[in-house]
């Protein structure tokens, strides 16, 4: 079973930033967050991932609260083609490589 | 540098025959898993193998579903005697595996298989 819980959907505008939730208040000490997306019926792509510290790359920041409670994925300057089921996934050395898909959070960005 | 690739992308087959899914990982990535994503749900983990290894299979049904990632080619997943149920988009992904990356899994287009 998933250890997070998003909302199942948002809106974002065409050029906006793009703040996407996620709860994970039974993570463990030595899980990290992972998010990823899947547009329409490709396969899931990999944004971010981070233990503690916020953490950015060319596509997203990742914003982790200090309990590790939750999180927060942000796209700087969203564009219709980051329209996709977003991910965020609590992921340890017990997962034994398995990643646990949720329900996700559908992001539709709007012009 | 070539991604994951996956072949055959679409893949149709009569009930009661087999189906045989390839997977090439990324080129330096020793470690591959399989997902099925039935339609209208979301993404399961099937099976984690590296070479000539399997590492959990927790997810693969007990009958009828195989995996092998040889020394050498690609990692097939083979379906047995398939029937309606299994008809799904079947993903594979790799990753470096190095401590700390392992959730770090780059994926392929997916195999679309119909069983009419």
């Known amino acids: 079973d998933a250890k997070t819980t998003q909302p199942p959907s948002m809106d974002c505008a065409e050029g906006r930033a793009a703040n996407l939730p996620c709860n994970h208040s039974?993570?463990?000490?030595?899980?990290?967050v992972y998010w990823y997306r899947q547009i329409h019926s490709q396969g899931p792509q990999y944004i971010i991932h981070?233990?503690?510290n916020n953490e950015t790359n060319e596509m997203a920041s990742l914003i982790i609260t200090e309990d590790r409670k939750s999180s927060t994925l942000i796209l700087p300057h969203a564009t219709l083609r980051d329209t996709a089921v977003y991910y965020c996934?609590?992921?340890?050395?017990?997962?034994?490589?398995?990643?646990?898909f949720g329900q996700g959070t559908t992001l539709q960005v709007k012009p | 540098n070539a991604g994951v690739m996956q072949n055959p992308r679409h893949l149709v087959r009569r009930r009661g025959q087999e189906a045989r899914l390839r997977c090439s990982p990324m080129?330096?990535?020793?470690?591959v898993y399989w997902y099925r994503q039935l339609p209208e749900e979301g993404l399961k983990f099937m099976v984690y193998?590296?070479?000539?290894?399997?590492?959990?299979e927790s997810g693969m049904p007990k009958e009828r579903f195989s995996a092998e990632f040889p020394k050498e080619g690609p990692s097939i997943l083979r379906i047995q005697q398939v029937v309606r149920g299994d008809s799904a988009a079947y993903f594979c992904?790799?990753?470096?595996?190095?401590?700390?990356?392992?959730?770090?899994?780059?994926f392929g287009p997916g195999t679309r298989l119909t069983v009419t």
């Open positions: 080129k330096g990535h020793s470690h």
């Open positions: 992904a790799s990753s470096p595996g190095t401590s700390g990356r392992s959730g770090e899994q780059y």
């Open positions: 996934i609590a992921f340890g050395s017990s997962n034994t490589g398995k990643l646990i």
């Open positions: 193998l590296q070479k000539e290894n399997i590492i959990d």
């Open positions: 981070g233990l503690k």
């Open positions: 039974t993570i463990s000490g030595n899980e990290y």
